[in-house]
């Protein structure tokens, strides 16, 4: 590699990571999204074998009966949609956790959240504050954006 190309690796990198290592998570993810796609394959190739099966006037039936469910599974989360918004806004103005026969609310006390950026800046002058800081694990979420 030249100078700049280094340099720019280096920004770009994380420590002891070089870029056949990021080839090959990058491979990684390319296969898991393979996987992914070879699974919904698979359900669409077994309701198709399911239906070639079955006479027509049966997969016709079928049909009207996931079109008839379809739409009052659509009403069903519509209402549990304001049900649930219904619910949040009644725990919040109340303040706590209800808990009911067949579920719970939980409510949660406000997150405190501070400026990193200001507090690491206001650290340099003032280091006693760093036995405050604690650094947690980080974290990995992983999200399929395209099928090959």
């Known amino acids: 590699m030249n100078q700049k190309v280094d340099v720019i690796h280096n920004i770009l990198s994380p420590p002891g990571m070089t870029p056949d290592d990021q080839e090959r ?8 999204a393979n996987m992914h796609a070879r699974r919904a394959l698979l359900v669409d190739d077994k309701k198709r074998a399911i239906e070639a099966a079955m006479p027509v006037e049966v997969v016709k039936a079928l049909a009207d009966i996931d079109a008839e469910f379809d739409m009052e599974a659509r009403h069903v989360d519509s209402n549990i949609t304001e049900r649930e918004g219904e619910v949040r806004m009644a725990v919040l103005t109340f303040g706590d956790t209800i808990k009911a026969a067949y579920g719970r609310a939980t409510w949660n006390k406000p997150r405190v959240t501070w400026d990193n950026k200001g507090l690491d800046g206001y650290a340099i002058a003032h280091p006693e504050i760093n036995v405050f800081r604690k650094v ?3 974290s990995v979420s992983i999200t399929m954006t395209g099928i090959k």
């Open 25 to 32: 998570i990058r491979d990684m993810i390319d296969d898991l």
């Open 136 to 138: 947690g694990e980080p």
